[in-house]
């Protein structure tokens, strides 16, 4: 079968870096995604990777080894407004998304 | 407006009766999903369209019907809603390259009794 995996939920301090891990089993592979989700609002894009390696975007970076099946996603300079849910998703052979359930993400001051 | 826009915004349904989500896109996107999220569960396909005309099943289709006559509308009908439907269900678009990100609408609550 195939299987997202990511921890539930993670709690941080404003101002430091968080790393979110997500680790995958699809039937084939054709890009890592990761959408931040806040409470009540739709999902939105955050990052693509679809070689090894990482990928910086401003405060966020993205890590993706393929022979690992394992993503990173890198928070830095921590902000209230970054209290969200962060969603993995593996594109697979079909070229269709299969999601992970999300982690929680908790800013504390 | 560029976007994707859903309707409605929520909904109370009486488990036994019809109804549309509507998805409407103006990004002239080939692709269309419809997905719906549960609680500690991920985002779940439902049904899928890569083009006008075209429709494919997701991982969780029983139930669930969906048309696409054109490119901008792809509405999710449900034809006898049961109360294991309550959720709330996203619409997303997107071109079809590998890259391609998805877009996704407001989403619906729905509530079936």
């Known amino acids: 079968g195939q299987n997202i995996d990511q921890p539930t939920e993670m709690t941080a301090t404003e101002g430091a870096i968080v790393q979110i891990n997500c680790t995958y089993q699809?039937?084939?592979?054709?890009?890592l995604f990761w959408y931040q989700q806040h409470a009540g609002e739709a999902p939105t894009f955050l990052s693509y990777?679809?070689l090894d390696g990482l990928e910086e975007k401003g405060r966020f970076s993205s890590f993706l080894s393929r022979s690992k099946g394992y993503s990173y996603l890198l928070l830095k300079e921590l902000q209230m407004k970054d209290s969200a849910s962060y969603l993995c998703a593996v594109r697979d052979s079909n070229y269709q998304l299969i999601w992970g359930a999300g982690t929680k993400l908790i800013i504390k001051p | 407006i560029a976007g994707i826009t859903q309707a409605p915004t929520s909904q109370i349904l009486a488990a036994g009766r019809r109804m549309t989500l509507r998805c409407t896109q103006d990004m002239r996107h080939n692709a269309m999903y419809w997905y719906r999220q549960d609680l500690g569960l991920g985002l779940r396909l439902i049904h899928y369209?890569?083009?006008?005309?075209?429709?494919g099943k997701g991982e969780v289709p029983d139930g669930y019907s969906v048309s696409r006559a054109n490119t901008d509308d792809f509405p999710l009908t449900l034809a006898s809603a049961v109360p294991s439907q309550t959720s709330v269900y996203f619409c997303a678009s997107s071109g079809t390259s590998g890259a391609d990100t998805q877009y996704f609408g407001p989403g619906t609550r729905l509530t079936v009794l």
């Open positions: 699809t039937s084939g592979f054709n890009g």
């Open positions: 369209s890569n083009t006008a005309g075209t429709t």
């Open positions: 990777n679809v």
